[in-house]
Nanobody
């Protein structure tokens, strides 16, 4: 299984970016996909997760109302739409694929990461 994350870049505070995670799997129906991030000098944290089998999605509190995770099964891609970005959102964002449900978080494969920089 390979994951390819893309879509990062430099954006001003208040701006938007959409991250994409392409997965080389037969079907996303059997997995959950999570987005994680690691900012400068910070530990890695979970940002969001989506599960096709549950039909559910989850967000860490700091991004609720600003980020939206979605899935395109035909393209085998998971997107993270990030709006109202803040400097604290600056991080390398990773996607990961694992167990069919988001909880407990169990991820087997990780993408390479894409850098998001929020700065004026």
């Amino acid at each position: 299984v390979q994951l390819q994350a893309s879509g990062g870049g430099l954006v001003q505070p208040g701006g938007s970016l959409r991250l994409s995670c392409a997965a080389s799997v037969f079907s996303l129906d059997y997995y959950s996909i999570g987005w994680f991030r690691q900012g400068p000098g910070k530990e890695r944290e979970g940002v969001s997760c989506i599960s096709s089998s549950e039909g559910s999605s989850y967000y860490t509190d700091s991004v609720k109302g600003r980020f939206t995770i979605s899935i395109n099964k035909a393209e085998k891609k998971v997107y993270l739409q990030m709006n109202s970005l803040k400097p604290d959102d600056t991080a390398v964002y990773y996607c990961a694929i694992g167990a069919p449900t988001c909880f407990p978080p169990t991820y087997d494969y990780w993408g390479q990461g894409t850098l998001v920089t929020v700065s004026s």
